[in-house]
């Protein structure tokens, strides 16, 4: 009996020393699939001996998940992408606000919160994308250039239903003005050339196949297309040079609000934004870095320099409901 009791008391110990190693581990939220992500965890791993656990889900599921489990979450930081969804995660009150000066000397100011509660990690353009059978680059200068009747018939576009889309019109009205914004992406909507796709590959794969001239999409997904069909007839151009500059947006992240090892998950907060992170985020999904120190992959660099839009990213949160409602008015699906 007493062998028993001791045998039992033993698997206690054992099974609480396990438990104590498991709680040891970062939990990470994120949005972003394994194959873009468990690199970063696993190059962090290797140089800490911090491991770092993670739940891949949409952002939707994932804050509702945060908002729910409150102080009883196992996790430690969030990843998304667009600050569209980061600034909702602020104001969910699902996230805590830092004060890194780390973060402050790695990321420019339109790239993080105000609060301190969310920082960009990697940065994707959403440009223009156009047909090289079909049109000369000197055709095109802006988005808002996009709405006149010379590409009625020609433009393809995502749909509306995507956040990236909502943070462009969001940046619209932010510049422009709601009238102005609803005026050109109404013009947008009477180009079309089709029903809109619902992701880029498929926008930029009906460009090149003649089903439109013109569309706008991110410029990593035309990276990954890039590399495996080299000889595909689409090309970028950047546009508002002349002006504001082309539309950026970002992957990011923030600490938990009730994040049980915070200390440990804004160091791994910080060195994501260090050179060594940043270039492993470049190389991986063929973005550009969001610490300017760092250079972006060969692919990304051939693509030229541009001047981007210098806007604050909380725009983009903190117009999405009016940019939702603008778009729905103007009979973007």
């Known amino acids: 009996m007493q062998f028993n009791q001791r045998l039992l008391a033993t698997f206690a110990l054992l099974s609480l020393s396990g438990a104590v190693q498991a709680a040891d581990d970062l939990v990470v939220y994120t949005s972003r699939i394994d194959e873009l992500i468990k690199p970063v965890f696993d190059a962090y791993t290797a140089k800490t001996g911090v491991k770092v656990k993670f739940i891949t889900d949409k952002e939707a599921p994932l804050m509702a998940r945060l908002k729910a489990e409150g102080a009883n979450t196992p996790a430690d930081l969030l990843i998304t992408v667009d600050a569209g969804n980061l600034w909702q995660a602020e104001q969910m009150d699902i996230l805590q606000p830092l004060q890194s000066a780390v973060i402050a000397q790695n990321i420019p100011p339109q790239y993080r919160s105000a ?3 969310w920082t960009g990690l990697s940065l994707r353009a959403r ?22 009747k010379n590409w009625e018939g020609r433009l393809c576009l995502r749909t509306s239903k995507k956040v990236y889309n909502q943070s462009l019109t969001a940046t619209l009205i932010e510049t422009h003005g709601a009238v102005k914004a ?37 410029t990593y997904y035309f990276g990954r297309l890039h590399k495996q069909y080299p000889d595909i007839k689409v090309k970028l151009f950047w546009p508002n040079q002349a002006d504001r500059g082309v539309h950026v947006n970002l992957s990011g992240a923030g600490v938990t609000k009730y994040a049980p090892h915070a200390v440990e998950a804004q160091k791994l907060l910080e060195w994501m934004t260090s050179p060594e992170a940043q270039n492993l985020f470049a190389d991986i999904n063929q973005e550009f870095p969001a610490n300017p120190a760092v250079k972006p992959s060969a692919q990304v660099s051939a693509w030229g320099p541009f001047k981007a839009d210098s806007i604050p990213l909380e725009v983009a949160g903190k117009r999405q409901v009016e940019a939702l409602k603008l778009m729905d008015r103007a009979g973007w699906n």
């Open 115 to 117: 609060s301190g509660s």
């Open 182 to 218: 609803e005026e050109i992406v109404k013009g947008w909507v009477n180009n079309l050339a089709t029903d809109v796709f619902a992701d880029d590959i498929a926008l930029l794969q009906a460009i090149d196949a003649g089903q439109c001239d013109v569309g706008i999409a991110n």
């Open 127 to 148: 440009t223009i994308f156009y047909s090289t059978e079909r049109v000369k680059p000197e055709e095109l200068s802006t988005y808002e250039a996009l709405a006149d």
